[in-house]
């Protein structure tokens, strides 16, 4: 593998981890929802393999990880703001957003 390469799937690999501890999920339910084995997940990981387009897609429908941010490291938004989209979200956006928070919550508290 090209060093720069290496390198690239190194730093991608090190901010789907963060992302993954942020979300207070286990390599387990990652490597489900990309349909490999947790071996092949922390492969991902580690920057031994790089992520494809169709595993970057399952990310951002499957846990909200912006393939921006894991590619390039920048957020596309500065910040959050939970009133701004609360107050211009329909009802099932805002149901989404609180069935997620308090499933985040649940999974913090139980570690």
């Known amino acids: 593998m090209d060093p720069d390469q290496k390198k690239a799937n190194q730093e991608v690999g090190k901010r789907l981890k963060e992302a993954r501890k942020n979300l207070a999920r286990i390599q387990a339910e990652f490597a489900e929802a990309l349909d490999v084995s947790e071996e092949h997940y922390r492969r991902y990981e580690s920057g031994a393999t790089g992520l494809s387009v169709d595993k970057l897609y399952i990310l951002f429908h499957e846990f909200g990880i912006s393939p921006t941010y894991l590619v390039t490291g920048e957020n596309p938004k500065d910040k ?32």
Do not use: A, G, P, V
């Open 80 to 111: 959050f703001e939970l009133e701004y989209f609360l107050q211009n979200c329909d009802e099932e956006e805002s149901n989404l957003f609180w069935d997620r928070t308090i499933d985040y919550m649940q999974r913090i508290l139980k570690r």
